[in-house]
């Protein structure tokens, strides 16, 4: 019997994960068949089921139900408990406060439930946001890549909160040569953030690797300039990297400048890419570099949550991640992203670091085969 009911119960909590109508009706039903039974109970033996208990089936409501079905659970939970209680108790002074009580808590809970934008019930939210968190971070993970490369990542959104502004999308051809990764950060921070961020995500993540990045960039920036409105725009920097002789171009729209790790002088040194933001003008000023990476080299990217702060010009920002990067890197490269964000004072905006590294010379080699003089390929 156990294992026949199993898959109409799997069944029936798929349907309830839909949040379709017709779940949500189905599960109020149950609900109130509880409920009923509750009240039988109470009524041959109160204190099998005090008033209490009922508030704990609007709970559990209040977690599986949207709003309409919980307004209909609510009003029969309030009428089997209250009434249920007034049938075996007279209307005395401690009736009455705990009556009071429990019609409180339920206004409580019918207010928090009445709050919910998404339609779905808390957990049902809970569980829709992960989701829409976990696509917005999978479109940003870098695939492995070839024996000589390594990149990393390290992303805090503003006060600790789940959500942020900053994201990155990436993209590695088939034949495993071109990496292309974008860093974004869209106007506001944390949670008030995240809605355009994962809609810019989702935007770009369609046309990175399928257009040219100056081609790519430009369109994006009409994207934001369709949705309007007065905080849609977005700073980005789009890296392409030839993954055999590591031959770089960094365009940037309105981005913080990139920094490259320079083995000779043995200092992160500044890129002159810089452009305009996305989403501001019909047609954005984008700057484009181009270089190398050679072995032991490295390119960090981030967001001005990193070097921006009050009463901090930006230039002394950057001038201090030089140093701290520079101080984060004496071990090795591993671990740096994270070092470098541990290392940032101010809270008060989301900050991102990445860092794409290519390994130091094989012992085999020598500095001067390394740098042997190859064409710059601008992609």
């Not at 009240?39 to 008033?51: H, I, K, T």
């Not at 390594?150 to 990155?168: I, K, L, N, P």
């Not at 809609?199 to 994006?220: S, W």
Request: proline share 6%.
């Amino acid at each position: 019997m156990a294992v026949r009911a199993a898959p109409s119960l799997r069944a029936r909590i798929g349907a309830w994960r839909t949040g379709s109508p017709e779940s949500q009706w189905a599960t109020a039903a149950a609900m109130l068949a509880v409920i009923a039974v509750s009240f039988v109970v109470s009524l041959v033996d109160r204190d099998y089921m005090p008033l209490s208990a009922y508030f704990v089936w609007l709970l559990v409501a209040s977690l599986l139900l949207s709003f309409r079905p919980l307004l209909l659970v609510a009003v029969a939970d309030i009428l089997a408990g209250v009434g249920s209680l007034l049938l075996v108790r007279a209307l005395e002074p401690l009736v009455v406060v705990s009556i009071g009580w429990f019609l409180a808590g339920t206004a409580l809970v019918l207010v928090v439930s009445s709050r919910q934008r998404s339609g779905l019930p808390a957990t049902l939210s809970e569980s829709f946001l992960a989701d829409l968190k976990e696509r917005l971070l999978a479109q940003g993970r870098i695939p492995p890549l070839p024996p000589g490369w390594e990149s990393q990542t390290a992303m805090v959104a503003s006060h600790g909160v789940s959500y942020a502004g900053d994201f990155m999308v990436a993209d590695l051809s088939d034949d495993r040569r071109r990496l292309e990764l974008i860093l974004v950060d869209v106007c506001g921070k944390g949670t008030a953030a995240g809605p355009a961020a994962l809609q810019f995500a989702g935007a770009l993540g369609g046309l990175i690797g399928a257009l040219p990045p100056e081609q790519l960039f430009r369109t994006a920036n009409d994207f934001l300039l369709r949705r309007g409105g007065d905080e849609a725009f977005a700073t980005a920097v789009h890296v392409l990297v030839d993954l055999e002789d590591g031959t770089y171009q960094i365009t940037s729209a309105g981005h913080p400048p990139a920094l490259r790790w320079d083995v000779p002088q043995g200092e992160w040194v500044i890129d002159n890419a810089r452009g305009t933001a996305l989403g501001v003008l019909h047609d954005p000023e984008l700057h484009t570099s181009h270089g190398r990476l050679f072995h032991g080299e490295a390119l960090l990217f981030y967001t001005d949550g990193v070097v921006e702060s009050r009463g901090t010009h930006i230039d002394a920002g950057i001038a201090w991640l030089q140093r701290t990067a520079h101080d984060a890197v004496g071990l090795g490269f591993g671990g740096a992203a994270h070092r470098i964000v541990g290392e940032v004072d101010s809270h008060d905006d989301d900050r991102a670091v990445l860092i794409l590294s290519r390994a130091p010379l094989a012992r085999s080699e020598t500095p001067a085969q390394a740098r042997e003089a190859l064409p710059v390929h601008p992609g």
